[in-house]
């Protein structure tokens, strides 16, 4: 098998450099999931380390899930909950590419190089350090010392870290690989985006070697079943201890289902965004995640009233919810079949499972965008007939984004609540404590978990290589009941990305989100007592205010963070 795998190898070498790039993308797709059942011994001494399943969605809100109130289905989600622990003070980055950066590295977006999620060649950015546009030589990837310590690692599904081939997941630590490049695309065919002018074409590399996306597969299964295909190839030949990055790029628009998920939620949204909002909050507070004396934030100037829309238009923004709740049924089902398959095949009993989303609900709609839409609406129709299927390109808008995220702030892009808090679920292997955890955690705490898990000392890695400690810390004290907390007060977070802006100290929060930056536009929230962030105490608690700014002029200057000016903000349209 060994021989075999070898010559197709070389004969898809052979036909990439005399043929279409989609006949090399058929072979490497082919090949993925042979077995390789005969081709290597099982190591003569075992390693029982822990298994570890890492799932992240892509925009999901914090609302989302059944375990959250939700009135979309989510049993198997819900499952690992009452299995584990559920976390309703998990905080990620604002958008996609900061997060999977603090994901991978355990430490600042800048010291992994993702400062701006796409830096212009022409600004100020490019180049320099913190927005290197590739993971930087600053950090280790959590995956490549997992893989070094002898563990197997696969990812299938969203990368967004790098273009250039120096940044794909074969060189950052994983052993198989089928990962996007771009930051969404079209869930059945090739298609991108378009939005930069030159992202038509969905990117792909497979064990780094670039491919096209196989069109007609619906991504949410296609990355199951690559997943599943490698941990049972690894169980067949080196039965190493495993580490798998399940990046679904689901519910991230478009919201595209297949055919027979098209219709689970008819009728369900038909009162509108604003009952929504009403529902989820209610939901929220009886569960005891939002305070019960929290009163309801108003939006009223943010979007416009569900009654003063036509009929027509709340045909349309309903079927939009639809759709996205059927997204994320479809995610919660496939997460269903993995778990499934894996009790089947005995890799499920030492596996830690942990789920969470990469940061708030999306509130964009490039489709509707006057100029970065003109290529979408050449490829798509978005007539209501057509409304999920894989060639419409659907959103379903802020108004649902900012209903589905109640009671914080905004939703992704911004470093408010809205755009950072996201529901997470930690289960399985080693996981002894059971219920709701109200810790505060951070994504940067993943990797240093990890690495615990697998009993790697990077402490002493990152002192040997001459590379920066880890700003994250291990949460297995808390999974296993031994400790409640593991932040202390005096322990500091803080972002910045695109000019969003946030500093965390115990219960109190510094944030600036307007652009563009100016130092006077910071405002101070507790947001223990205020998780909505409607209470600006800047001037009544002058003192904490101050000592915050303090913390974050440091870290400023610690991150080398360029913050834009006026005409570059105009320029680039933030």
Avoid at 50 to 55: A, E, V
Avoid at 230 to 240: A, F, L, V, Y
């Amino acid at each position: 098998m060994l021989s075999f795998m070898i010559i197709l190898y070389y004969l898809s070498s052979f036909i990439a450099r005399i043929s279409d790039l989609k006949i090399t993308s058929i072979i490497f797709l082919v090949f993925l999931g042979i077995s390789c059942t005969n081709s290597a011994h099982k190591p003569e001494v075992s390693d029982d380390r822990p298994n570890i399943l890492l799932i992240v969605a892509d925009d999901m809100a914090y609302s989302d899930l059944g375990c959250f109130g939700s009135e979309i289905r989510t049993p198997n989600i819900d499952q690992l909950a009452k299995e584990g622990l559920l976390f309703t003070q998990f905080h990620a980055g604002p958008q996609c590419a900061p997060s999977r950066a603090m994901l991978i590295s355990g430490s600042d977006n800048h010291m992994a190089g993702v400062g701006r999620q796409d830096v212009p060649r022409d600004s100020k950015w490019y180049g320099q350090r913190g927005y290197e546009r590739n993971l930087s030589d600053r950090i280790i990837p959590f995956p490549q010392l997992l893989q070094e310590s002898g563990y197997f690692t696969c990812l299938s599904g969203k990368w967004h870290l790098g273009y250039d081939s120096i940044s794909w997941p074969h060189l950052k630590g994983y052993d198989k690989s089928f990962g996007q490049l771009n930051g969404g695309g079209n869930h059945f065919l090739g298609l991108g985006l378009g939005v930069e002018g030159i992202d038509t074409i969905s990117e792909w590399t497979l064990n780094g070697k670039t491919v096209l996306y196989p069109d007609g597969r619906y991504s949410t299964e296609l990355h199951t079943e690559n997943i599943l295909n490698w941990i049972k190839e690894n169980k067949e030949t080196d039965d190493k201890p495993w580490y798998a990055f399940a990046a679904y790029s689901s519910p991230h628009w478009p919201l595209q289902v297949p055919d027979d998920w098209l219709d689970k939620y008819q009728g369900v949204y038909d009162s509108g965004y604003e009952q929504l909002k009403k529902n989820r909050f209610k939901a929220l507070k009886e569960k005891g995640f939002i305070p019960k004396d929290l009163e309801m934030p108003d939006y009223a100037t943010a979007i416009k009233p569900w009654n003063d829309l036509s009929d027509e238009e709340q045909k349309i923004s309903s079927r939009k919810m639809e759709l996205y709740a059927a997204m994320v049924e479809n995610l919660d089902h496939h997460i269903g079949a993995l778990r499934k398959e894996l009790e089947a095949i005995g890799e499920w009993e030492n596996t830690l499972v942990v789920f969470f989303s990469d940061n708030g609900a999306a509130h964009r709609d490039f489709y509707a965008h006057p100029e970065r839409g003109a290529f979408l609406r050449t490829k798509y129709d978005n007539s209501y007939e057509n409304m999920g299927k894989a060639t419409s390109f659907i959103s379903y808008g802020k108004e649902w984004a900012m209903s589905s995220m109640v009671p914080f702030k905004w939703h992704k892009t911004y470093a408010t609540e809205g755009g950072m808090i996201v529901p997470a679920i930690i289960s399985g292997k080693t996981v002894k404590a059971r219920g709701v955890s109200k810790s505060y955690i951070n994504i940067m705490d993943m990797a240093p978990s990890f690495l615990d898990l697998a009993g790697i000392d990077y402490d002493k890695i990152y002192k040997e290589r001459k590379k920066p400690p880890m700003r994250g810390a291990s949460i297995l004290p808390l999974l296993s009941g031994e400790l409640k907390e593991i932040h202390d007060d005096d322990k500091v977070f803080a972002l910045e990305f695109n000019g969003s802006i946030f500093l965390k100290k115990g219960p109190w929060k510094l944030v600036n989100y307007q652009k563009p930056y100016h130092p006077d536009n910071f405002e101070l929230f507790n947001i223990i007592e205020d998780p909505a962030e409607m209470k600006n105490l800047k001037d009544l608690e002058s003192a904490k205010f101050n000592e915050l700014l303090s913390d974050w002029n440091q870290h400023l200057a610690e991150n080398k963070i360029l913050l834009q000016d006026p005409e570059e903000a105009k320029k680039y349209n933030y």
